[in-house]
């Protein structure tokens, strides 16, 4: 049975990972989901840096104005989602080990956005057992966006809709072999399932 959309104590609060909004099926998935106020979308200004820069060395054509447009685009539609860690946050996790250093700021946000999931593909980085300690869960987009599709059933299908419209050219086999590209096959199947029965 879907949950509705107005359960607030059912809505978690996502923050996502800069490997995750790297990729284009995967950032239109959760911003979505967002506007359809399944989730609370968070990040911070050193993700998204990371995110743009990846996209100017790795997609011809995607410049520094392309960056600035993007993230532009994402914090104005999300006003509230871009966090800045504070002395706190940085204090709370600095006797903390991590596998990867680098990643530390990315559970700094986390705290900043009061986050109940941290979203990433680089699950390994962040032990359970340490983040659980911050009251967090880490989900792969897969895992994180599968389970949305089996609690929210028409929102979801919604969230595909709109990405499919958002993308010029796409088709609901394209977007959902895009997801099967982006490591998210449970969802890619679940979606398919969605559109079959409808």
């Not at 104590?9 to 399944?38: H, K, P």
Request: charge should be negative; glycine fraction near 4%; charged fraction near 20%.
């Amino acid at each position: 049975m879907s949950s509705a959309a107005g359960d607030t104590d059912l809505i978690r609060v996502v923050l996502a990972d800069a490997n995750v909004l790297y990729s284009r099926v995967l950032r239109d998935y959760l911003l979505y989901a967002a506007d359809q106020e399944i989730l609370v979308i968070a990040w911070s200004p050193q993700i998204l840096a990371e995110v743009t820069e990846h996209l100017m060395k790795n997609v011809e054509g995607f410049d520094h104005t392309a960056a600035q447009r993007l993230v532009s685009a994402m914090n104005r539609a999300f006003p509230y989602a871009e966090v800045e860690p504070s002395a706190e946050h940085w204090r709370t996790l600095s006797e903390m080990p991590l596998p990867d250093e680098d990643d530390r700021h990315v559970l700094a946000a986390a705290l900043a956005a009061e986050a109940t999931v941290l979203c990433t593909s680089n699950t390994k980085d962040f032990p359970a057992d340490l983040v659980e300690a911050l009251g967090l869960e880490v989900l792969t987009p897969d895992q994180l966006l599968s389970q949305f599709v089996v609690d929210y059933e028409p929102q979801m299908l919604a969230v595909h809709r709109t990405a499919v419209a958002s993308l010029k050219g796409a088709t609901d086999a394209s977007t959902i072999a895009a997801l099967r590209r982006a490591s998210a096959p449970t969802t890619a199947a679940l979606i398919a399932q969605l559109l079959g029965a409808g």
